[in-house]
């Protein structure tokens, strides 16, 4: 009896929960879904996030990546990722046979859409914990959060001296609110010539140097590249 109760009660709530849903739109029942199961979701992505670390560093263990690009939040639904570094391999002379590079146009980190900005935030976070990316291209707002979590190196330790001094005009000081410390964590890369090229960004993108990247020494050629040179 008190099972046959149990399971009157379950297919009740499954009613009412489906009656809800229906007067809803997708949208709607996407924000819907997500608030009232978010604890049981976010094990699941916890779960997800666990999964896709180990599975990043395994293959790391079988390739080598040599250097990592993210581009977050560009416009990664017009970029085309594979010509561009097709270009960035030529320019450096190519890459060996068992060694490869990432240029990822994809990561979205959304405030407003709690769905995917979520998934791309733990995956965002995996990678960085995991030590694969070794520079991060970014709009003004998301750098600046980053740097003041204590992600980015002062530039001074980064690029050569006839770097600092060409570029001296666009190095951006910034917070780190983690060190206490006020330094040149981003160059200002608006306008260079692989962003008006590819059209990655459409407003002011800053550039900087991953603080645990395990390829940072790439990061000026990197940035050479990127300005033309």
Not at 168 to 184: K, R, W
């Amino acid at each position: 009896m008190n099972d046959r109760n149990r399971k009157e009660r379950i297919k009740d709530k499954i009613r009412e929960e489906t009656g809800k849903l229906k007067l809803l739109s997708w949208k709607d029942r996407l924000i819907y879904v997500w608030d009232y199961y978010k604890p049981q979701m976010g094990a699941i992505i916890a779960v997800i996030f666990v999964i896709y670390l180990g599975i990043t560093i395994y293959h790391n263990l079988q390739i080598d990546n040599v250097f990592s690009v993210y581009m977050v939040n560009c416009g990664s639904y017009t970029i085309d990722s594979d010509a561009l570094l097709a270009d960035y391999t030529d320019y450096i002379g190519g890459i060996g046979e068992k060694e490869e590079m990432t240029f990822d146009t994809s990561t979205i980190l959304d405030e407003e859409d709690v769905n995917y900005g979520y998934a791309y935030q733990m995956k965002f976070t995996a990678v960085l914990t995991a030590k694969m990316v070794d520079v991060i291209l970014a709009d003004p707002d998301t750098f600046e959060e980053y740097a003041g979590y204590g992600y980015f190196v002062d530039l001074r330790e980064v690029l050569t001296d006839e770097q600092l001094e060409e570029w001296s005009d666009l190095l951006v000081y910034m917070d780190n609110t983690e060190e206490g410390v006020n330094a040149p964590y981003a160059i200002d890369l608006t306008g260079t010539a692989v962003v008006e090229e590819y059209d990655l960004y459409e407003g002011t993108v800053y550039g900087g140097v991953v603080i645990n990247g395990e390829n940072t020494d790439k990061a000026p050629t990197f940035l050479d590249w990127m300005f033309g040179d």
